[in-house]
């Protein structure tokens, strides 16, 4: 007997409705203006370097997952990346840098790669597990970051890449989402 829950049922009904609002959020600050990968990491925000590291983590779990068929930690992790870190923080620390007029056009441009980029690694990451609705953001995203194929089933899965990883990014971040988080309890027990 496998306990059945509902609740469940209207949760991942909500992550699929969060992929599908966050690569509109992405292709509308995307689609006008192509970034291009920038040129040196200095280019890069606190906030695209965090998002970053922050996957390669998540890509550490899952190829754990992966290799003891633990299943169910591998969608979790991919869920907690995609819907925390990505969506709740990421997509929000990049609204300012998007939305700045005094930004330069670098950090804009490094900032929409990372958005895309990331998000693309993403659908990859999570397309075993939800093979129709990644097709399909897949096919508006790729021909963006320059992906030619025929169907992300042919693309590679991706690989971890360690040196991605940086634990002062990572320490800092931290920091800011602490401060943030303790502003929003403040203002809201006020």
């Not at 550490?60 to 991919?78: C, N, P, T, W």
């Not at 441009?109 to 093979?131: C, D, G, K, V, Y």
């Not at 953001?137 to 971890?160: C, D, F, R, T």
Request: aromatic share 12%.
């Amino acid at each position: 007997d496998i306990n059945f829950d509902m609740g469940r049922m209207e949760g991942f009904r909500n992550f699929c409705n969060k992929i599908w609002n966050a690569s509109r959020y992405v292709l509308m600050n995307t689609e006008e203006i192509i970034p291009s990968k920038p040129n040196q990491s200095e280019d890069y925000s606190q906030a695209d370097l965090w998002i970053q590291s922050c996957f390669q983590k998540t890509l550490q779990k899952v190829e754990h997952g992966m290799a003891s068929y633990r299943f169910d930690l591998v969608s979790q992790a991919i869920y907690d990346f995609f819907w925390n870190e990505y969506c709740d923080w990421y997509l929000e620390l990049s609204k300012p840098v998007l939305w700045d007029d005094n930004a330069s056009d670098v950090q804009k441009n490094a900032t929409r790669f990372t958005l895309l980029n990331i998000l693309e690694q993403s659908l990859r990451l999570a397309h075993p597990f939800l093979p129709f609705i990644t097709e399909e953001i897949w096919h508006k995203v790729a021909p963006i970051l320059n992906i030619n194929g025929e169907s992300i089933m042919l693309q590679p899965y991706p690989v971890e890449d360690s040196s991605a990883i940086d634990p002062r990014v990572d320490a800092e971040i931290e920091w800011v989402k602490g401060v943030i988080v303790a502003i929003r309890n403040i203002r809201g027990e006020m």
